[in-house]
Each structure stands twice: as C-alpha cells, then as structure tokens.
C-alpha cells in the first residue's frame, strides 16, 4: 500500500492548475516570472516574494568612493577584422598588423598582467605590442 504525502499532493496541484491558468492567459516568457513557484522562496512566485520584501536603502551617511578602481590581473579577448591598410581596431587605439592579413578575423589577446597585446592569426600567435595604456 503506497502512502501519499497530502501536503506535497495538495500544494502540487494547485500549482499545476495555477500554471494552466496562466497559460491560457498571458505570453509563456511571463508564465515562468510570474506563475513558478519557487521552493526556495518559500512557494512563493517572484512576484509575490518582491512584494512582501523590504526595499533596502544604502544608510544616510554612506559616501560613494569616486577613486577609480584597479584593474584586476587577467585577460580579455578581443576577435576584430583587419582593415584592408592592416590595421585593427580596439578600445580606441589602433595596431597595424599588417596588409597581408587584410579583411581577415584576428584574435585580440589583452593581458592586463602584464600590460601587453597579443594578436592571434589561426590559433598561432602573430604579432604582440606593449600595452602602457593600463592605469595601475
């Protein structure tokens, strides 16, 4: 004999015939915002769960730094397409890469380590310049 959890059953249908009638009623983009309940929101919808908390407020006295922040150690990556003098493109600065690698895509390799530029040509580094342009 198999034992049901009625808590469970009741809660589960209920939430089942709440998303049917959300389906017949508004676009399925809204269905999962405004119709879902969330187990970690104590079976709330967000919806509901944004209406009954608080908004919280930074204190009156709170001063926002305007020191520029540092910038962190790593790399970003950059793909750009060669203009047809050899040049590309990037953060407002340009680097000749040469003619021969006009209307071709490179991969741009920023290291903010070690402030250098790394331009990439089918997997195979091809050329790299000094980057001093990062404020430490």
């Not at 910038?71 to 493109?89: C, D, K, L, Y």
Request: hydrophobic residues 35%; aromatic residues 14%; proline residues 5%.
């Amino acid at each position: 004999m198999k034992l049901y959890n009625f808590s469970r059953f009741t809660a589960c249908y209920w939430s089942i015939r709440l998303l049917k009638y959300c389906k017949s009623r508004v676009p399925k983009i809204v269905i999962w915002t405004t119709c879902y309940l969330h187990p970690r929101l104590s079976g709330l919808t967000s919806a509901q769960h944004r209406r009954r908390t608080k908004l919280r407020k930074l204190p009156f006295n709170y001063v926002i730094p305007h020191e520029p922040l540092s910038i962190a150690a790593g790399r970003v990556t950059f793909f750009r397409q060669v203009t047809a003098h050899g040049n590309i493109h990037l953060l407002s600065q340009t680097f000749f890469v040469g003619k021969r690698l006009k209307g071709e895509y490179v991969k741009a390799t920023l290291d903010t380590q070690r402030a250098h530029l790394t331009v990439y040509h089918h997997g195979r580094i091809f050329k790299r310049f000094p980057y001093p342009f990062l404020k430490k």
